[in-house]
């Protein structure tokens, strides 16, 4: 089992920044993806972005490409996202995820929420 704890969430102007964090713990050495994944009041939970832990390759979602970054330090067990030029519409409990496939996590953290005002 792998345990995922998220954090740096919080309210910010549009236009604003922010990077939220995800430690993981447990059986870390079976994950070989991480992701990042949203979900907004009324709204599906939707992918954001990945990363391969190994290899470091990143996938974004459209609505966020350009503006969020994935990244990881493999020595922390962290995962990381630095969200930029923030808006509205990113308002939502963002979630981090583990597993095996790029489309397949089975480990998921409680969420952390991200509020941005207009």
């Known amino acids: 089992q792998v345990q995922l704890v998220e954090s740096g969430g919080g309210l910010v102007q549009a236009g604003g920044s922010l990077r939220l964090s995800c430690a993981a713990s447990?059986?870390?050495?079976?994950?070989?993806?991480m992701g990042w994944f949203r979900q907004a009041p009324g709204k599906e939970r939707e992918f954001i972005a990945a990363i391969n832990k190994i290899v470091g390759s990143t996938y974004y979602a459209d609505s966020v490409k350009g503006r969020f970054t994935i990244s990881r330090d493999n020595a922390k067990n962290t995962l990381y996202l630095q969200m930029a030029n923030l808006k509205p519409e990113d308002t939502a409990v963002y979630y981090c995820?583990?597993?095996?496939?790029?489309?397949?996590?089975?480990?998921w953290g409680q969420g952390t929420q991200v509020t941005v005002s207009s």
């Open positions: 447990g059986r870390t050495y079976n994950i070989n993806y």
């Open positions: 995820a583990s597993g095996w496939s790029r489309n397949a996590y089975d480990s």
